[in-house]
């Protein structure tokens, strides 16, 4: 039982850390679609408005993503408390786990590269 303690303990860590990840980056969204509508707001060439429409599309399509990946890792804490500490450790919650942590790795990776694109274009026009 003491392994299996631990076990979700380290499956529920994963997933907290995931939920406080996924409310910094929704709060940088709001940060960065304050910059854009900054930008908007000047009277700048029509070169300047084509990518930050996508980019205000792109956050928006982000900010939905991160509120699906929020409500799966909320989920996935609820089945970690409602989990048997009788029943046998066979990696049916961490196997459960693996297409989150996978859909997290993908995130991040878009997160990221979304971030340094509106870092360049901020640099550009700001």
């Known amino acids: 039982m003491q392994t299996k303690v631990l076990y979700l303990s380290d499956l529920k860590f994963n ?7 996924l409310r910094f ?9 304050e910059k854009l509508e900054e930008i908007a707001s000047r009277e700048y060439k029509r070169e300047s ?5 996508s980019f205000q599309n792109r956050i928006m399509i982000e900010k ?3 509120s699906k990946l929020s409500h799966r890792c909320k989920a996935k804490m609820r089945a970690i408390s409602l989990v048997n500490y009788n029943e046998n450790i066979d990696g049916r919650l961490q196997n459960e786990q693996a297409p989150l942590r ?3 790795k993908t995130y991040i990776k878009l997160h990221y590269e979304l971030k340094e694109d509106m870092m ?3 640099l550009e026009w700001l």
């Open 102 to 104: 996978d859909d997290m």
């Open 64 to 66: 939905n993503v991160i």
């Open 49 to 53: 408005s084509i990518p930050l429409e």
């Open 15 to 21: 997933l907290e850390t995931w939920r406080r990840e």
């Open 25 to 33: 980056h929704f709060n940088e969204m709001d940060s960065f679609q």
């Open 120 to 122: 360049d274009y901020f």
